[in-house]
């Protein structure tokens, strides 16, 4: 039925299962940059201290 065009309850199910894997992969990188910033950070204000 999808393949006509014609939604369906599962097709519905799916499209939001590919959406929240994507945003839980955006959250990873995300949170991957944010710690890298933070390591970025502390080495930096270890370098200001000396």
């Known amino acids: 039925m999808e393949k006509k065009g ?3 309850e599962r097709g519905d199910y ?15 990188k995300t949170s ?5 910033f933070k390591s970025k950070a502390r080495l930096l204000k270890n370098e200001l201290s000396d």
């Open 6 to 8: 014609i939604h369906t």
């Open 14 to 28: 799916n499209r939001k299962v590919m959406e929240i894997r994507g945003l839980v992969d955006l959250i990873a």
């Open 32 to 36: 991957a940059s944010i710690e890298a």
